[in-house]
C-alpha cells in the first residue's frame, strides 16, 4: 500500500528545492543576537578583546596619570603622536572603542550569568535522580556481598549514613527487589563560577562608578613646599565625569625632605636606587598636623585620598637679577631627568623685569664628569660634584597669546640664541653658589647654594634641593573593588577545586537470603578522584554494616 503523498518518508512527487529555512524577522535576529552575545564563548572572547586593548595604555603615557609624559611625547614624535592621538591612543581607558568592548562584556555576563542563576537554584532544590539500572557501566563500579543476616533496606539505610556525613545530598528509592540511594555532591563548584562571574559584573559596575566620581591629579613639590587640596593648586588634574569640586578635602601636605639611598657596595650595580623616601607632613583641615611618609611601593592613604610617589629628581634654585639689582626671577625648578644618573633637562622662563624676555634651556649633572669628546655628563646620581650648564635665549616666549604653555618646553623658533650652540659663546656653566653675567648687559644669574656651610667643606650633598612627583588618586569604590575582588578568587579556586560526582549504592536481595552490595559513581567533567571516592564509601560502607551500629533515621534531603 503507498504511503499518503504528505507522510514524511514518501517519495517526492515532484522535483524539490533544498530545505527552506524559515525567515527570522526582526524578533528573531535580536533573540538571534542576545544568545550569540550572551554565550560564555563571546565572553570569553571579549575579556580576551579587552585585555588586548588595554596594551596601548602601557605603552604610551596616558593623559589620566602622566600628563607630561604625554606632552614629552608629543615633543619627541611630532609626526606619530597626533595621529595616536585621533586614536585615543593617550586616553585608552575613556576613549570610545575600550568603552564599547567594556559595555559589551558587562551586558554578556549579565546575561550568562541571569539564566544559570535561575538553573543553579532549581537544580539545588531538585532530588538527586534515580538510580540507573546497570551500574556496571559507570566510573567506579564495585561489588561486595553483605555480612550475613543483613537486610537490604537496613544496608542501603547505612549507606545513606555515610553518604550524608560525606557532604552529599541523598534521595532513597525502595522497591519489592531491591532498594538503593541516590546521592551527589559538588554544587560548590557551579555556585563558585556564578560567584566568579558575578564578581566580575560587580567589578566592571566599581570601575565604573570609581571612574566616573573619583578623580585623579599630580602635583610636583619641591622641598619645603605645601600642596593644599583644592582645585587649583594641582599641577594637573582629571575628575570623572560626575566629580563635584566641592567634595574636595582641603588637608595640605608638606614635602618636608626626599632622601635616596643609593647602592655602593655592588661594584656591578653601583649607583642604582635601593630606596625612595619622601617625608611628609600632613594637616587636615581643623586639626594638628601629621607626620607620614611616602614610598614607591608604599602610598600615603589620608583624608579619603591616597597619594603615590611617582617620580623626583633635582631642582636648583635659579636667581636672575636685573642690572640694577632687582631680583626678578628667583625660584627653585624642576629639572626632568633623562638618564639614570640623574642628567636632567629644566627650562627657565623670565618674561618680566628685564630689557629682553628671557628663556633658558638648563642641564643639571649632580656628579658631573667629561667624556673623551669633551662633552659632560653625569657619572653617579647622587650630588658629588654638581654642574649646572645653560644655554640662553631671548625673545618673544609667547605667553602673551593666553595659549597655555608647557613649563618643560621653550620654542626656540622664534627666538635669538645668546649662548651655546652656532654662537661661539660658551654655554653658562655654574656651580652651586656661583654667578654669571647674563649676555647683552641684561643682568646675572645665579645657581643658590641651599647649604653653603656644608658646601665651602667639600659636601654638596644638600647644596641643591630636591623635588617628587605626587600622584594623588581618589576612588570612593575602593571597599567594593577589594570585596568583589576576593569574591573572584574565592569563586575560581572554588570552580577549579570542588568536583562535581554523583554516587549510587545499591542493595539487592538474592534468591538464598543474601544481599549483594554495587558501588558506583559518575563525575561532571574530569574527575580523576572518583574511583577512589567510591572506593572509600564502600570500605567505610561495609565496615559500618560490619559493626551492626544501629540505623538512625534522618530525613529525606532535598
Not at 614635602?255 to 642604582?272: H, I, K, P, T, W
Not at 669628546?373 to 618673544?396: I, Q, R
Not at 567594593?480 to 574565592?490: A, E, Q, R
Amino acid at each position: 500500500m503507498s504511503r499518503p503523498s504528505d507522510h514524511y518518508d514518501s517519495r517526492p512527487q515532484a522535483p524539490q528545492a533544498g530545505v527552506v529555512q524559515p525567515k527570522l524577522g526582526p524578533t528573531g535576529w535580536l533573540r538571534w543576537f542576545w544568545r550569540q552575545l550572551t554565550s560564555m564563548r563571546t565572553a570569553l572572547f571579549l575579556l580576551l578583546m579587552l585585555a588586548i586593548a588595554s596594551i596601548p595604555g602601557s605603552l604610551v603615557p596616558q593623559r589620566s596619570s602622566d600628563p607630561n609624559g604625554v606632552t614629552q611625547y608629543f615633543t619627541d614624535n611630532p609626526d606619530l603622536a597626533p595621529i595616536l592621538d585621533k586614536l585615543q591612543a593617550f586616553d585608552v581607558y575613556t576613549s570610545a572603542w575600550f568603552s564599547s568592548i567594556y559595555l559589551l562584556l558587562f551586558i554578556s555576563l549579565i546575561g550568562c550569568v541571569i539564566p544559570r542563576t535561575k538553573h543553579h537554584f532549581q537544580a539545588l532544590r531538585a532530588k538527586p535522580p534515580t538510580t540507573p539500572a546497570r551500574l556496571g557501566r559507570l566510573s567506579g563500579f564495585t561489588t561486595q556481598d553483605a555480612p550475613a543476616h543483613t537486610d537490604a533496606r537496613d544496608a542501603i539505610t547505612h549507606a545513606r549514613t555515610v553518604l550524608k556525613s560525606s557532604g552529599y545530598r541523598v534521595a532513597r528509592f525502595d522497591s519489592d527487589t531491591e532498594s538503593s540511594v541516590s546521592a551527589e555532591r559538588g554544587y560548590l563548584r557551579e555556585t563558585g563560577n556564578l560567584v566568579f562571574h558575578a564578581a566580575l559584573v560587580g567589578i566592571l559596575v566599581t570601575v565604573g562608578f570609581g571612574g566616573g566620581y573619583g578623580f585623579s591629579g599630580q602635583r610636583v613639590l619641591v622641598e619645603g613646599q605645601t600642596f593644599v587640596n583644592t582645585l587649583l593648586a594641582y599641577d594637573s588634574f582629571n575628575p570623572g565625569r560626575f566629580f563635584d569640586d566641592s567634595t574636595l578635602d582641603p588637608y595640605t601636605l608638606s614635602l618636608d625632605d626626599f632622601s635616596v639611598s643609593y647602592e655602593q657596595r655592588n661594584l656591578q650595580a653601583y649607583g642604582q636606587p635601593i630606596d625612595f623616601t619622601a617625608d611628609v607632613t600632613v594637616t587636615p583641615k581643623g586639626e594638628a598636623a601629621e607626620p607620614s611618609g611616602v614610598k614607591v611601593n608604599g602610598p600615603l592613604r589620608t583624608n579619603g585620598t591616597s597619594i603615590y610617589l611617582l617620580g623626583n629628581g633635582y631642582a636648583p634654585t635659579i636667581q636672575v637679577t636685573a642690572p640694577d639689582g632687582t631680583v626678578v626671577f628667583s625660584d627653585s625648578v624642576p629639572f626632568l631627568p633623562q638618564d639614570a644618573n640623574l642628567t636632567s633637562l629644566g627650562i627657565v622662563k623670565v618674561p618680566d623685569g628685564l630689557a629682553e624676555q628671557l628663556g633658558m634651556i638648563g642641564f643639571f649633572y649632580p656628579t658631573q664628569d667629561k667624556a673623551a669628546s669633551g662633552a659632560n655628563f653625569s657619572s653617579y646620581p647622587d650630588l658629588e660634584y654638581p654642574l649646572l650648564t645653560l644655554n640662553v635665549y631671548t625673545g618673544d616666549l609667547g605667553l602673551n597669546a593666553g595659549v597655555p604653555t608647557s613649563v618643560y618646553a621653550l620654542d626656540t623658533d622664534t627666538l635669538t640664541q645668546q649662548t651655546g650652540g652656532k654662537t661661539d659663546v660658551a654655554s653658562i656653566e655654574l656651580k652651586p653658589g656661583e654667578s654669571a653675567a647674563l649676555p647683552g648687559d641684561l643682568g646675572t644669574v645665579s645657581f643658590v647654594d641651599n647649604n653653603p656651610t656644608a658646601s665651602a667643606a667639600g659636601d654638596f650633598t644638600q647644596s641643591v634641593p630636591r623635588f617628587a612627583s605626587f600622584d594623588i588618586h581618589h576612588d570612593p569604590t575602593q571597599i567594593w573593588l577589594i570585596s568583589f575582588s576576593m569574591l573572584v578568587l574565592f569563586g575560581l579556586f572554588t570552580g577549579l577545586l570542588v568536583p562535581r560526582r554523583r554516587v549510587w549504592v545499591k542493595a539487592t536481595t538474592r534468591i538464598d537470603g543474601t544481599v549483594h552490595l554495587e558501588y558506583a559513581g559518575l563525575a561532571r567533567g574530569d574527575d580523576p578522584a572518583l574511583e577512589a571516592a567510591v572506593t572509600t564509601v564502600a570500605d567505610r560502607h561495609l565496615k559500618l554494616l560490619n559493626t551492626h551500629q544501629p540505623v538512625v533515621a534522618h530525613p529525606e534531603s532535598i
